[in-house]
């Protein structure tokens, strides 16, 4: 086990509601990002925060958007849902931004109807 | 834009065989290329990595080949076991770019007996 937790496992949203994924990091680690991983691809980075800050974000609009907490728990929220926003949700954790190792937690499974 | 390129999609090997996934890139910013492994319901979870100044790195069962005037990099699995099934993906990472971790697609490796 890597030590990251996400809440909820699983959650069932309908178009243009709006939802919010949690997320609590290993204790000390200083930087989370969030990724989006559709079926069947590769993880897709959305952002990453230091220390309460946003530090690099991926091409993702503005209707996502996260917050850090000095608790080291995070969110992510994601405005105005539509259908290609389903997809498994992960954070990952590392020490600092400059850290080669990302421990990720089991993700949020994300449904749009 | 697809950054990193991986193949094959998927992969079957015989117990005992060798596994080759393949992976090229373009950016010439990245300087660090892990390779993660993910069990279905679980985050990707750091297999091995390499940077770019070295050929090849080997961890137990697992060896990575990079060819930077190729810009192409390959995760070798020696006496690849039934365990071992999972979904691979490469990635790599650019420390003081605004995108963090850029993974491949991902390669659904099993195992036969």
């Known amino acids: 086990e890597t030590g990251v937790t996400q809440s909820p496992t699983h959650l069932i949203k309908t178009r243009g509601q709006q939802v919010t994924l949690r997320c609590s990091s290993q204790?000390?680690?200083?930087?989370v990002s969030w990724y989006q991983q559709a079926l069947g691809q590769g993880p897709q980075f959305i952002f990453q925060y230091y220390r309460e800050e946003e530090n690099g974000r991926g091409n993702f609009p503005p209707r996502f958007s996260g917050l850090q907490f000095p608790n080291y728990s995070s969110e992510l929220n994601v405005n105005a849902l539509e259908l290609d926003d389903s997809a498994l949700y992960l954070c990952a954790s590392s020490l600092d931004t400059s850290t080669d190792t990302q421990y990720f937690g089991p993700g949020t499974r994300l449904t749009v109807l | 834009q697809q950054q990193v390129k991986q193949s094959p999609q998927s992969l079957i090997v015989q117990k005992g065989g060798i596994s080759i996934i393949n992976c090229a890139y373009e950016n010439t910013a990245f300087d660090y290329f892990p390779w993660y492994q993910q069990f279905p319901g679980k985050g990707p979870a750091l297999l091995i990595a390499?940077?770019?100044?070295?050929s090849e790195k080997k961890e137990g069962r697992f060896t990575i080949s990079f060819n930077k005037s190729a810009k192409q990099f390959s995760l070798h699995i020696m006496d690849s076991q039934p365990g071992d099934s999972a979904t691979y993906f490469c990635a790599a990472i650019a420390f003081f770019g605004n995108e963090k971790l850029t993974f491949g697609t991902g390669t659904r490796l099993t195992i036969i007996p």
């Open positions: 204790s000390g680690h200083n930087t």
């Open positions: 390499i940077r770019p100044d070295v």
